[in-house]
C-alpha cells in the first residue's frame, strides 16, 4: 500500500508526516497490509449538544479551533445544525438538534452533551464491514455512498459500547470540506493549542471491560497494549480497572474503563449514572508544547484538576523522573503532571468535566518517547478527581 495511502486524511491535511505523529502520538512501525480490518486513523469524533451554536463558539475561542463545515436550515438541513471544527489534525463535528422531533433531542435528553460517533478512516469500507459482520458485531448502517460536486465518500457503521458507533469512513474519492451537505467555512486561522488526538476513552459498566477489549480485538483486529488492574489506578476508597486495545500502528488508541469495588463510588460510578450509561469519558489532545497550550487554555476560562504541591517535592517524583524539557517550578505553577517510562517521559494534565454533567472531560499530553499513559500519576490524578467528586456529593 503506498504510503501515502496508509495516512489519514486528517494527517495529511494537517502536513504531519510520520516522524511528527511519532512524536505526538507514540506512532510505531507496523504493516497495515496483514490486518483483517485496516484503520487509517481517526476520522472525526462527533458530539451531541444541547446547542451546537454555542458549543461552536466556545471550542473556537477557548480551544481555538478553526470552522471548516457547516449544515443547518440555511443549507437545506431541517433536522439539525453541524459544525466541523478541526485543530491539526483533530477533527470535532458539534451537532444540535432543531427539529423537535429529530432523535439527536433524545439522546441529548438521556445523555447530556457528550460524544455519539467515534468515526474511523478505512481504506475499504465493504471489507471492514464484512470481516465486522463475520465477527459478529452489530452493523448500524451498510455500506453506502454519499455524493456531491466534490466526489463520493462512501460509509458504513458499527455499534460498539453504549450508545457509542465508529463510523467507517473511506474519503479516498473526495476533496469536499467534510461529507456531502456541509458548505465550506471561512474562518480566522489560528496557530492550533492540540495537533492530533492521541486516544479516546470509554467508560463501561463493572464485569463489562474485557468484553469491549475481546470486542475490538475480535472485530477491528486490536491488539493489547496496556493494562492497569488492582492497586495500578486506586486510592483508600475507589478503584478501577483499564485495558488498553490500540490499532497496529498504535495512531488509534482505545483505554477502556470499569469500575472496581470499593469503599465509595468511583468517578467510573459517576460517569455511569449521570451519562445513564456506558460512553466516552474523555479524549487526550496531543500537543508540541503543553505550557502554550494550558496557558491559552485556562486564559480562556478553561478549568484543570488541581494537583497538590507536594506531588512536585516527593524526592521519589524527582528521582524517578529525572530532568525534563520544562523546569518543575514552571510544571508546578500550571498543574502539569510528568512521567517516565522505559521509552521516554510525557506531560499531561487533565481539564476538569466541561458540561453540566460530570461527565466528558479531557487530556492534554505532550510525549517525549513515552508511549504509556502516565501510570506513575494514576493516585495523583484519581485523588484530585475524588477531591472533585466530594464537591459535587457524588461519592
Not at 465550506?184 to 486516544?199: G, K, W, Y
Amino acid at each position: 500500500m503506498p504510503i501515502e495511502q496508509t495516512r489519514a486524511s486528517g494527517e495529511r491535511l494537517a502536513h504531519l508526516d510520520h516522524d511528527q505523529l511519532r512524536q505526538l502520538v507514540g506512532l510505531i512501525e507496523h504493516d497495515p497490509t496483514a490486518d483483517p480490518f485496516p484503520v487509517l486513523g481517526w476520522d472525526a469524533v462527533v458530539w451531541v449538544v444541547g446547542n451546537a451554536t454555542q458549543a461552536a463558539h466556545f471550542y473556537r475561542t477557548a480551544f481555538g479551533m478553526q470552522l471548516v463545515a457547516y449544515t443547518g436550515p440555511e443549507t437545506g438541513n431541517r433536522d439539525h445544525k453541524a459544525f466541523v471544527l478541526q485543530s491539526g489534525a483533530v477533527r470535532f463535528v458539534l451537532t444540535g438538534g432543531v427539529d423537535p422531533a429529530s432523535p439527536l433531542l433524545d439522546r441529548h435528553r438521556r445523555h447530556g452533551d457528550g460524544i455519539a460517533d467515534i468515526a474511523l478512516e478505512v481504506p475499504d469500507v465493504d471489507r471492514a464491514v464484512a470481516h465486522a459482520r463475520t465477527a459478529g458485531a452489530t452493523i448500524l448502517e451498510e455500506p453506502h455512498e454519499r455524493t456531491d460536486a466534490h466526489g463520493t465518500v462512501r460509509l458504513a457503521a458499527i455499534a460498539t459500547y453504549g450508545d457509542t458507533r465508529h463510523t467507517l469512513v473511506d474519503r479516498s474519492r473526495y476533496r469536499g470540506p467534510y461529507l456531502p451537505g456541509f458548505v465550506a467555512c471561512t474562518d480566522v486561522r489560528r496557530s492550533p493549542l492540540f495537533q492530533a488526538l492521541d486516544h479516546v476513552v470509554g467508560n463501561v459498566e463493572l464485569g463489562q471491560m474485557d468484553r469491549w477489549v475481546g470486542f475490538y480485538n475480535r472485530v477491528m483486529g486490536f491488539t493489547n497494549m496496556a493494562e492497569f488492574i488492582g492497586a495500578d489506578i486506586a486510592t483508600e476508597y475507589s478503584a478501577l480497572m483499564s485495558k488498553v486495545v490500540a490499532n497496529g500502528n498504535h495512531l488509534v488508541k482505545f483505554p477502556l474503563n470499569e469500575p472496581a469495588i470499593g469503599r465509595r463510588r468511583s468517578q467510573i460510578d459517576e460517569y455511569l449514572q449521570f451519562h445513564d450509561g456506558p460512553g466516552v469519558q474523555h479524549l487526550a489532545l496531543a500537543t508540541g508544547d503543553i505550557v502554550r497550550s494550558v496557558d491559552a487554555l485556562r486564559a480562556a476560562g478553561v478549568e484543570f484538576l488541581d494537583t497538590p504541591g507536594t506531588y512536585y517535592t516527593d524526592p521519589a517524583l524527582r528521582a524517578r523522573i529525572g530532568e525534563v524539557r520544562v523546569p518543575i517550578q514552571e510544571l508546578a505553577a500550571r498543574g502539569i503532571l510528568v512521567d517516565r517510562d522505559e521509552d521516554g517521559y510525557l506531560l499531561q494534565i487533565f481539564t476538569k468535566p466541561l458540561g453540566d454533567r460530570p461527565t466528558v472531560f479531557f487530556e492534554l499530553i505532550e510525549r517525549h518517547g513515552s508511549l504509556g499513559f502516565g501510570k506513575g500519576n494514576f493516585q495523583a490524578l484519581f485523588e484530585a478527581i475524588e477531591r472533585e467528586q466530594e464537591r459535587r456529593g457524588n461519592i
